[in-house]
């Protein structure tokens, strides 16, 4: 064989070779779009009878047809049978003429559109959900903000939207800023009711956040593109198997994938469009849900700042009556139920009124806060100390019986005579008579033992003042 004979078969070889190479990267590229087909269609088949079902409703044609497409769907019918249920689906909507009413309502958003689609039945649930928080509202609250509920619920009824459900949440929110300032029921309580109405308000707005996540995982897949997508891959096998060379399936491929390529290029603009719509309303929701974190922090501040000042007394700083009647009647309960004994001290400022009338009423004030002060590093954390009115304060001693709180008693007596202040060059003393009573058997009300206690404060007064006396 001479040297261009060689040469010849050379070159014809490098082009076998390259057209194998040339094979070999389009079958590679069939296989991995025959792969995104498969997870494409499953996608499809996962998530648009969902879709189906909850537009499927009545008992119209356009419905039959939807409720036969998704069963096909979930059955993994044959290509042919969901293209004929699509054409069937077509001349439904056309024959019914239901396009306006099912796709072609006017939305406040677009995620409003997309989770909603032909049915009201996601807005209609967190309807009801807010139902149930304003029916707990109606049992706790009083008849005056009766008014305001029905406004509330007036609203959730016209409410066709989540930026609707946003709002009603921020008048929820309102009502029960306004129940903390109005009320003066026992905090715990107000406090307790108040995690409860958020604790609602949270569960539903986690499911609102939920909603958003699956609805973008939705986008994942485009019916349109997943149908050309499909059809295309179907020519391409066949031009696969009847391409008479490489060149020829080379040129038939290149055809598919420029239309591919230019179907999947609007598909992506498509869906750009879509997320940054649902992206921001996302970012709306999520700005609202911060704020509910907000308010609620908000509100457990307020409060508990207001039930500071409601069961402190402003001149002293101890507790004050209304703490202590609580308090109280805490103990006396503990006491009927487990005989569990507790002790009550009475103090009473010995002359206290010579004391304002001679020096002033600063520095009667002045005492009235030393008292305090001398007398709460002497107690217990479980004490408590509670000013009762003028210049009587009282110690409840939880599981202390008469001995230990006449110890305690003599301890604060004591500590109380060496206050001393100076005006205009006088000294100024202060003493305290102090009554002690313990729980007894036969008792009923704490009434008794505090009728006790003010018995032996009567009886230290006589005895001569600044003194302890028990009964």
């Not at 879709?51 to 979930?74: E, H, M, P, R, Y």
């Not at 501040?301 to 007394?313: A, C, F, G, H």
């Amino acid at each position: 064989m001479d040297s261009a004979q060689e040469e010849k078969l050379i070159i014809l070889q490098n082009q076998v070779e390259k057209l194998q190479s040339q094979k070999d990267t389009l079958l590679k590229e069939l296989n991995t779009l025959e792969e995104q087909s498969e997870r494409t269609n499953q996608l499809y088949r996962k998530y648009f009878p969902l879709i189906i079902d909850s537009v499927a409703k009545g008992d119209n044609l356009f419905s039959k047809v939807c409720k036969d497409l998704s069963t096909a769907l979930k059955k993994g019918e044959s290509q042919g049978k969901i293209e004929y249920l699509f054409q069937q689906l077509k001349s439904a909507i056309l024959k019914e003429d239901i396009t306006p009413a099912v796709f072609g309502r006017k939305k406040k958003g677009l995620f409003a559109s997309l989770i909603k689609g032909g049915s009201d039945s996601f807005v209609d649930e967190y309807k009801q959900s807010y139902h149930e928080v304003v029916n707990t509202l109606r049992s706790t609250l009083d008849q005056k903000y009766a008014g305001k509920l029905d406004n509330i619920t007036k609203r959730i009824n016209a409410a066709s939207d989540t930026n609707d459900i946003s709002e009603i949440r921020e008048r929820v929110f309102s009502l029960v800023f306004v129940y903390i300032s109005d009320t003066n029921q026992d905090r715990g309580k107000v406090n307790a009711f108040i995690r409860e109405i958020v604790g609602k308000i949270l569960d539903i707005e986690s499911k609102l956040a939920t909603t958003y996540q699956q609805t973008d995982s939705m986008f994942q897949s485009n019916q349109g593109f997943e149908s050309v997508l499909s059809s295309e891959l179907i020519e391409l096998k066949q031009a696969t198997d009847v391409a008479s060379s490489i060149d020829v399936l080379k040129i038939k491929v290149a055809e598919r994938l420029a239309y591919i390529e230019t179907t999947l290029d609007k598909k992506q603009a498509d869906d750009r469009f879509i997320r940054e719509a649902v992206e921001e309303n996302k970012n709306a929701f999520k700005s609202g849900f911060v704020k509910l974190q907000e308010e609620l922090e908000e509100a457990t501040k307020y409060s508990e700042e207001l039930e500071k000042k409601l069961n402190l007394d402003q001149l002293t700083g101890a507790f004050n009556r209304r703490a202590y009647d609580k308090r109280v009647e805490e103990e006396m309960a503990r006491f009927l139920r487990y005989g569990t004994c507790f002790s009550m001290l009475l103090i009473d400022a010995d002359k206290f009124k010579l004391i304002n009338d001679n020096y002033g009423h600063a520095i009667g004030d002045r005492c009235l806060k030393e008292i305090i002060n001398r007398t709460i590093p002497l107690l217990r954390k479980t004490d408590m100390l509670a000013r009762y009115g003028g210049e009587e304060f009282l110690v409840i001693m939880p599981e202390t019986d008469a001995k230990g709180a006449k110890t305690a008693a003599e301890k604060i007596r004591h500590t109380i005579e060496n206050i001393e202040f100076i005006y205009k060059k006088d000294k100024v003393t202060v003493t305290v008579s102090i009554g002690v009573s313990q729980s007894r058997e036969g008792d009923k009300s704490h009434h008794q033992i505090f009728e006790r206690a003010d018995m032996a404060v009567y009886q230290a007064k006589e005895q001569g003042r600044n003194r302890v006396v028990v009964n």
